[in-house]
Each structure stands twice: as C-alpha cells, then as structure tokens.
C-alpha cells in the first residue's frame, strides 16, 4: 500500500473536519488537523451543526467529556453527514468505563450511518459486547482475539472498525490490516487516542471512497511522526512539541521508508 | 507611532482581561495575556459574568465554539462592561460559516456598544454584510477592498474595526492604520487569531481612551514576536512555545526597530 | 519526611483521578497527572458522575469556569467519593471574584465532606470568611497570618487546607507543614495553580490514609520539578514544557536532595 499517496491527498485537498469533541483534547484535535495540512473546525451548538458539517468533509465525534445536550447535537451532525454522504468517524472514548458511555455509544451509533468506529482495545470490545474492565479512558486488558473483535464488528455494522494499541487493527470493506508503527512514549501523552482518531477523520475525508485503507494509512503518517519524536525527547511534552512538527514536515521518502501498514 | 509605550502601560497596569471564548484555545487566549505581563480571567455563567466583568479592564468575546447560553452570557457581560466603561472586544470566529453565527453575531453586535469588531477578511465582510465565501473558521477570498470594508463599518457601528491576514488593517476614530508586521508560519498554528483578539482587549484595556492605536500596537508587539518565533524554529508546534516566549521576552529597542504600523 | 516514598506510591499504584474541572487548564491537569505516572480521567455529565467516582481512587473539583450545571455535578460526585471513602480535593478557584463563586464554594464544602480545600492566599482567606481584595484567578494581598488561617479552616472543616505561594502551608490533622520548593517562574505560566490540584488528588489517592503529608509531598515534587525547569529555560511556555518533563524524570536522588518541606 502506498501511505504517502494518502497524505498526498490530504495536503492537495485541504479537507474542513468538523469535531464534536471533549474539552480536554480539543486544541490538539485542531491541532492535529492543521499540522496535516488540512483545516479543523469545532462547533457543537445543536442550531449549527448541521450547517457546519453541511460545509466540511468529514465529521468526527469523540465523547471523552460527552453530555446528553452535545450527545443530541452529535446524532443531528450524524444524520447530516449521512446526507451530505461525508464519512463520520466515532472515537467511543471511555466506552466501558460507565453506563452512560455504553448507553450513548450505542445511541450514536444507532442513530446515523458510522463510516468508523475508533477504540482502544477495551472500548472496541465494549461496543462489540463483550464483558471488559476498563481504567477511565485508558485501555484495559481483552482476553479476545483482537482481529477477529474488530472484523466481528465491523461486518455487523457494516463499517470500519480501529482499534488502536501498540500494533492497530483496521477491519472494513472484507479488508484487515495492521499498523505497526508507533512508539511507547505515546502512552505518556494525553490525546494521543484523541489525535488518532482526528487524524483518521482527516484522511477518510481526503479520501472517502477508501476508508479503511486512508484509516490505516493516517496511523501510520502520525505513528512514524511519533516514532520521530521519541528519537529526538526524553519526555511527554518535548514528545509533544516534535510529534506535531515531525507531522508537518513528514515526505514521502520518510513515510514510504517507515511505514508498516500489512494485511493481518 | 510608539508602539513600546503601549506594551509598557500594560505592563504597568497588568489589567485584568475577562474572556467568554471558545473551548479550543481558552488556554492560549489566557496565556497570551499573561505572556504580555497582564492578568486573565475566564466565566462565563450568566450567574457571574456581570460581576467579573465589573472587576475587569477589557471584555474579549469570541464565539468560536458559541452556544446560545454563551451568548446569552455575552451579551449580559457586554453591557456591564458598557457600565462600567470598559471597552467590548468581539472575534466574530466563523461568521459567514453558519446562519446561526451570522445571527448571534449581530444579536451581540446590536447588544451593546462593542468597541473593536475583530475577525479575518472573509468574517469581517460578512458582518460588514457582503457576501462570503468562507471555510469554517479560516479566511475565505474577499472581492473587496479591505480598508473601505473595515473603514465602512468603523463609521456605521461607531468602532473600530480590525481585520487581520497578512497584512491587518485598523479602522477606527477616523483613524485607518495598518500593521505590516507577522509570519505565514501563524497560518499553521491554531489559535493565533484568537490570541491576536486578547491581544487586542489586552492592549484597549491598558489604554481605553486610545483604542484603534492600542490594536495596533497589539498587534504589531504579537506578529513582532511571531517573526522572532518563526526565524527559530521550523514546525507550528516549536513556533508556538517561542511566540509566547518571545512576546514575554520584548523590550523597547526590538520592539521600536521592528514595527510597520503605518497610516493607511 | 521522605517525599520521594509518596511519589513511589503513585508511580506504584497509579491512581485513576476524577476531575470536574475548568476549560482553561484541563488538559494540564490531566497532563499533569499523566506525567506523574497515575491515570487522570474528565467527566462532568451528572448522569455518569457518581459512577466514574466510583471507579476512581480521587476526585478533584475546580471551581475556575463553574456553572450551575456543572457545580450539581460536582456535588453529586462528592457525595459518591464520600460512599466510596476516596479523599475529594476542592480548589476554590476564584473565590472572593464574585459572589457566585464564594456561594458556589460554600454550596460544595456543605454538600459533602471534602478532604482537601485549597487555593491561594486570598481564595482560602475568603472561604475562612475575611475580607479580601482578589484580581480574578490571581492571588490579592491578605492582612493575616496564613498558618493560623489555614489551621483554623482544617480545624473547623475538619480537613486538610493547602494555601499555596511563594511558601505553601499545609494544615490538617493537626499538623502543619511548609513547603518552600519552588520558583517566581511560575506565576507566569496559566494553570500552575490547578495543576497543584491535580497534583495534590493523585498524591492523596495513592496515599488516602495520609492526606496532608502526601499533599504536602505531591507540592514539593511539582515545585522541584518546576524549580529544575526554571534552570534551564527562559520564557513560560519552554519552561511548562520543561516542568511536565522533569516531573516525568524524578527520582529519588533529585528529590530528596531539592525538598524543603518542614513542619511549621
């Protein structure tokens, strides 16, 4: 698969991502965007969502800080990417750690066409059903088998299915492909699920006929940057700094030479 | 123009600047503040926000993330700050993008006597009422000519107008001056029109009876530091620890040798 | 004291803490805690509160954007750390700005039992019922003996009361200690005192059993890490990146040679 091909898009297209996102990440969810090349908006107002996604090219939904109000507006943004035929890409951020997450998970993604669900391995399996113990946002141990998780999903939604971790697992379209780039210090930074996830609405909006494959090929763009900047720091926020500017100043030589996109 | 005197009466003063802003970059809008030697402060429940803004110097409102219950508490702060005299500094972020901030921004605009109306070309021309083509919260092309837009609706509402982009135009007072300062690097980084409207209220709040002077002077002492930051460093990430680094570190002689505020 | 034995315990034990916390700081915060080696974890929906509390080994609550809304939440997650017997610490965040706040904070010191109150000298001086001259979210002057009302506060609250400054006092259970870590830099940086909170949750989450040792500890960690990135950096944002970082790299050499906490 040619990784850079994807990000190439990225740059050439500018794609506007529409968010509804938490309060915690949400700078570096724009962020993200933007070192990509592409251009970030945030709203969540239930009289403008549909507007603004009506103008954007990909929708991305995270409930890491969700309440019942901004739930709503995402269902409507939802329903209005499904109309505009733009993807929406899910992150069930702290699936398993409540009810209500578990509840309003289901309820999004009942409520509208998903083109991606996007987890860690304890939320895919939440959402796939099964029992798990969860630490907050951060993944707990699945004692399953994590390919055959996400494929079970995603043929059941007809969707794709992410689940993130050190290798991620992209099943979609018959397809199932792993990444495995990436970097432990990751797991020190707050966001980095967030910003996966921001990442991979930005190049399923870039390109939206090959959504699995453009999933796979954004995780492995922000993993090599990742990989990057844990070469150049010692700790989380100087990881911070670079993996941002490793982002922005990524070609395709260095993509084509460090990605390890295969099928599972 | 001496732009160091008005660096150094907030400086002096350290006024306290209240801001009802966005989500995204509430922390930078504070931050940037502070960076310049003053004091930040963000409320916004409508139970409170009367009496911040009664301890304040400035009132920065931005509806980059707006709901109508924020904007309810935008217009209450608006006219506290009409009472106690302070000056009303209102990023229209997004206008043009949506019916509803179009709307909202109006309702705000009609609110109260709002000193500076700040956006970048494509959101200023929408309030100026002209028609936009626009991309979520980035500029959009403008068939006009900035100065008369700006210098047009300066007269209509009786404030001073400022459009910021490559080169920010300030309209006020019968007064058209224009700040050549700034660094395209800015456009890579999210946030940066944000900082530039707290910027703003920062430098109106210090010197109130000065107001299209005291923007430019922000301006000119932020996009200074910008291209301080950007000779620096190569990705977004690393310019923006050393834009607020470098706004924290300007003295007189950088300050003075450097600015290209000029009359229109 | 050995201080390094409290951080070993929550580098141990990894505490997962709940904040209902302000927008402006939140990602610090939960960097912050993250850096530290522990599990932060931002949920405010009054629907999942109490059950995210449940799962939790602290509860942190920051008054610095409150609503309505937000503050029930509070009390309800309060009251659900009480249940489960986790220690609940409670930054006053703008106590004295306004009446709002100063009722607010009464409001969730009554609706519960909170085991830390902290703030600066001016918030906690409010909350003790003087008089104060406060500037926003920054600390005013206070006409008094700091120890003696931060002593009387623990005593008549029956908690622990951290007053945080150029020399922090930690009272409670009867004891009193200083702690004279840290550096003028910090005044500078947005969010330094929310991030002490934050600190002070996850110290007393690995360490419930005693609370104002371990804040007291968490305060010298935190300002021996800011102390160290003082040193190498010049301008507030190259120093926040460097604190989060020398948090990440202490060890027990570093701090028990930098700690200067001492009883009184």
Same mark, same amino acid.
């Not at 210090?185 to 980095?192: D, E, I, P």
């Given at each position: 698969m040619?990784?850079?091909? !994807?990000?190439?898009?990225v740059?050439e297209?500018?794609?506007l991502?529409?968010?509804?996102?938490?309060?915690?990440?949400?700078?570096?969810?724009?962020?993200?965007?933007?070192?990509?090349?592409?251009?970030?908006?945030?709203?969540? /107002?239930?009289?403008? *969502?549909?507007?603004?996604?009506?103008?954007?090219?990909?929708?991305v939904?995270?409930?890491?800080?969700?309440?019942?109000?901004?739930?709503?507006?995402?269902?409507?943004?939802?329903?209005?990417?499904?109309?505009?035929?733009?993807?929406?890409?899910?992150?069930?951020?702290?699936?398993?750690?409540?009810?209500?997450?578990?509840?309003?998970?289901?309820?999004?993604?009942?409520?509208?066409?998903?083109?991606?669900? =996007?987890?860690?391995?304890?939320?895919?399996?939440? *959402?796939?059903?099964?029992?798990?113990?969860?630490?907050?946002?951060d993944?707990?141990?699945?004692?399953?088998?994590?390919?055959?998780?996400?494929?079970?999903?995603?043929?059941? $939604?007809?969707?794709?299915?992410v689940?993130?971790?050190?290798e991620?697992?992209?099943?979609?379209?018959g397809?199932?492909?792993? +990444? =495995?780039?990436?970097h432990p210090?990751?797991?020190?930074? *707050?966001?980095?699920g967030?910003?996966?996830?921001? *990442?991979?609405g930005?190049?399923?909006?870039?390109?939206?006929?090959? +959504?699995?494959?453009?999933? /796979?090929?954004?995780?492995?763009?922000?993993?090599?940057?990742?990989?990057?900047?844990? $070469?150049?720091? =010692?700790?989380?926020a100087?990881?911070?700094?670079?993996? !941002?500017?490793?982002?922005?100043?990524?070609?395709?030589?260095? +993509?084509?030479?460090m990605?390890? +996109?295969?099928?599972?």
């Open positions: 040619h990784v850079y091909s !994807f990000l190439h898009a740059r297209k500018r794609p991502v529409h968010h509804i996102t938490n309060w915690v990440t949400i700078f570096d969810c724009a962020q993200v965007v933007k070192s990509f090349g592409a251009s970030p908006v945030m709203a969540h /107002a239930p009289e403008e *969502v549909a507007a603004m996604t009506g103008i954007a090219s990909a929708l939904l995270n409930i890491g800080t969700l309440t019942t109000p901004v739930v709503e507006a995402m269902k409507q943004a939802a329903v209005a990417a499904n109309q505009k035929g733009i993807p929406v890409v899910f992150d069930v951020c702290g699936a398993g750690a409540t009810a209500f997450r578990d509840e309003k998970s289901l309820e999004i993604l009942n409520s509208a066409k998903i083109a991606v669900i =996007k987890g860690n391995a304890s939320e895919i399996a939440r *959402v796939a059903g099964l029992a798990v113990a969860t630490k907050g946002v993944a707990g141990a699945v004692a399953a088998d994590l390919a055959e998780v996400a494929a079970g999903l995603a043929a059941r $939604r007809a969707c794709t299915v689940i993130t971790g050190p991620d697992i992209v099943a979609g379209d397809q199932l492909l792993r +990444v =495995k780039n990436g210090m990751m797991a020190n930074l *707050v966001g980095t967030c910003m996966a996830t921001s *990442v991979i930005t190049f399923a909006g870039a390109t939206p006929a090959r +959504v699995p494959e453009a999933a /796979a090929a954004g995780l492995a763009c922000f993993e090599i940057a990742a990989e990057q900047a844990a $070469r150049k720091t =010692k700790g989380p100087a990881f911070k700094q670079e993996l !941002f500017d490793c982002i922005f100043a990524l070609d395709e030589k260095l +993509v084509e030479s990605q390890k +996109v295969t099928p599972a």
